[in-house]
């Protein structure tokens, strides 16, 4: 290889890696989560409990209780949820986000124990992809 091939490769290669360094990497966007990702976790599944049950008591993740005769939250307990799942998300990767990946089947590609159960078998159930359309930046903020 002669020294400008070799250096052309090196520039191209550099250029690359800092490409990828740069990008930016996704942004949650609030709005969707609470109008798309929210109602997820309330929907009601045959012979499953819903993410609520559980997840607004005695589990590590811990989202806000609904108020008293409420049938969603408020906007200030929208945002303390949003905070809360946040951290089980990788913007940009549902392959890493534990969001996705718990109640998600095995078979599917997920973890294989979920205390919940599993309430999607493929990857191609709507609430799973609305999931993995909000942790890739859906929603546009």
Known sequence: MSGSSLALVVAL???AVHAR?????????FEFFRTRVQP???????????CYSCH?????LVIERLSPGATTWTEEQSRKNFEILRRVVSPG???????LLMPLAREAGGVS?????????????????VLAEWVKGGGGS
């Not at 607004?56 to 590590?60: A, D, Y």
């Not at 990767?93 to 969001?99: K, Q, T, Y």
């Not at 919940?116 to 799973?128: A, L, N, S, V, Y």
């Open 56 to 60: 607004s008591q005695g589990t590590p």
């Open 13 to 15: 290669t550099v250029t």
């Open 21 to 29: 360094q740069s990008a930016p990497s996704p942004t949650l966007d």
């Open 93 to 99: 990767n549902p392959e890493r986000s534990r969001l």
């Open 113 to 129: 124990f979920h205390p919940g159960g599993k309430h999607w078998t493929t990857r191609d159930d709507p609430e799973f992809r």
């Open 40 to 50: 997820i976790l309330l929907h009601k599944r045959e012979g499953l409990a819903r």
